[in-house]
């Protein structure tokens, strides 16, 4: 099967949903094709007036709304966000950060941290507009998950580690939660776009 531009997308986009976690094609180069889809925008973020609209808005659980702030505040992808433990969370001092160093677990063997997409750990800087809702959300976290064996940062109620692509719960929910703060949805309009989010507001 040739390897085709829509292709590689697919798959880039596997990884990013952690639908797979390696991407058979990466590094494969493709002849640059100038047409008229070249011109249409292919993601999606949220504006300045749309994330003031889901911070606000009370038909979104806060602690959801906590962590929709956090992914757009730090460009986690979600299965960094998933995979992150407490003993990467440099919270306190004055440059709190975190720190990136895993994205998945082995399916053979769960014990096993799988490393992120480029292969290299990343501080990320925890500025002041998403350093408040980091600390908030690490005071509610026990309560939130009482149990939490693996000490996760964003851990399920019940304290297990969160599904891929159902961050939230369901496939859905993230939608849901545009539509109930007005955000109008439109196409790529889901968890990654938080990250984009956050390269926009930079």
Not at 165 to 173: A, C, D, L, M, V
Request: proline share 7%.
């Amino acid at each position: 099967m040739p390897v085709t531009a829509e292709r590689l997308q697919l798959l880039i986009e596997a990884v990013d949903r952690d639908v797979i976690m390696v991407n058979p094609c990466h590094g494969v180069k493709l002849k640059k094709r100038y047409d008229e889809r070249d011109t249409r925008d292919k993601w999606s973020f949220l504006t300045w007036a749309e994330q003031c609209a889901i911070a606000a808005c009370q038909a979104i659980p806060y602690e959801d709304r906590l962590m929709i702030t956090i992914a757009a505040g730090t460009g986690m992808r979600q299965g960094e966000m998933r995979h992150l433990e407490m003993r990467h969370v440099a919270i306190d001092g004055p440059d709190p950060y975190l720190d990136i160093r895993v994205a998945g677990r082995d399916r053979r063997d769960p014990t096993k941290r799988l490393p992120t997409k480029s292969g290299k750990p990343r501080e990320v800087p925890l500025l002041l507009g998403v350093r408040d809702a980091v600390r908030e959300w690490l005071q509610i976290r026990p309560l939130y998950a009482p149990h939490n064996p693996d000490d996760l940062v964003f851990p399920t109620r019940t304290g297990g580690l969160r599904q891929s692509g159902k961050f939230f719960g369901r496939s859905n929910t993230l939608r849901g939660y545009y539509a109930a703060a007005g955000v109008k949805l439109r196409p790529y309009l889901h968890h990654h776009a938080l990250r984009h989010t956050f390269a926009t507001n930079l």
